[in-house]
């Protein structure tokens, strides 16, 4: 089944702890990004990858970080959480950055930072 | 800059009456549209896009989507609700960007749309 896996589901952990949310494709896309969604907001993206090696920033990067050494995976890193980064996350992947692409979701990573 | 608009927090509706979710959007150039729908403790799922040609959208699950560019909108729509279409829906637009492509998509604020028994 093609999908996109997010890990962990859920998560409360503390400030100034690091965390990685993995992210994992099996849809050979070469595009991944990751989202974070906040009430009354929608959703907001955070980072983008277009290939293997090649990321850059989206709307709100600050206090993450990514990587993008393999196609399939794209993890998010929270070097130092702020409460301020707990919000529900999404990983998504489509074919290309094109327009038309439809772009994937995974199921969600609600993550709290006390 | 690109934007989407769902004027409307929450739509209440009978179940086996039509439903309607509201979208407006703002872009420069052609739009790329889409639904999303997020059921509880779920991710988003994909219900439908438009790109170019018939206005109005067949999607996932009886959905239907029509756009209308003199009105900038693209409502989505059933003809019967069911009780199980209850969830968060949200309309968004592909960003065209300026110089770079990010290929992220601008999302509205969500509906939540409750079907009562």
């Known amino acids: 089944e093609a999908q996109v896996t997010q890990n962990p589901r859920y998560l409360i952990t503390v400030t100034g702890k690091k965390l990685t949310v993995t992210c994992s494709q099996n849809?050979?896309?070469?595009?991944m990004s990751w989202y974070r969604q906040d009430p009354g907001l929608g959703l907001r993206q955070i980072y983008y990858?277009?290939?293997?090696?090649v990321t850059d920033k989206g709307d709100v990067p600050e206090g993450y970080k990514v990587s993008r050494k393999e196609k399939r995976n794209f993890p998010l890193i929270l070097e130092s959480p702020s409460p301020n980064q707990t919000s529900l996350y999404f990983c998504a992947s489509s074919w290309g950055p094109g327009l038309g692409n439809t772009i994937y979701f995974g199921e969600g990573s609600w993550l709290t930072v006390v | 800059a690109q934007s989407v608009a769902q004027p409307e927090d929450q739509v209440n509706v009978a179940e086996g009456n039509p439903l309607t979710v509201k979208c407006t959007y703002s872009?420069?150039?052609?739009?790329?549209l889409f639904w999303y729908v997020q059921y509880p403790n779920r991710g988003l799922q994909f219900l439908l896009k438009?790109?170019?040609?018939?206005?109005l959208v067949k999607g996932s699950y009886g959905f239907e989507a029509e756009f209308n560019k003199s009105q900038t909108s693209f409502h989505l729509k059933k003809p019967s609700a069911l009780v199980s279409d209850s969830a968060l829906y949200f309309c968004a637009v592909r960003d065209i960007g300026g110089s770079s492509n990010t290929g992220k998509l601008i999302f509205g604020q969500g509906t939540t749309l409750q079907v009562k028994p």
């Open positions: 849809m050979n896309h070469e595009y």
């Open positions: 872009v420069s150039g052609n739009p790329y």
């Open positions: 990858s277009m290939n293997v090696e």
């Open positions: 438009y790109i170019t040609g018939d206005n």
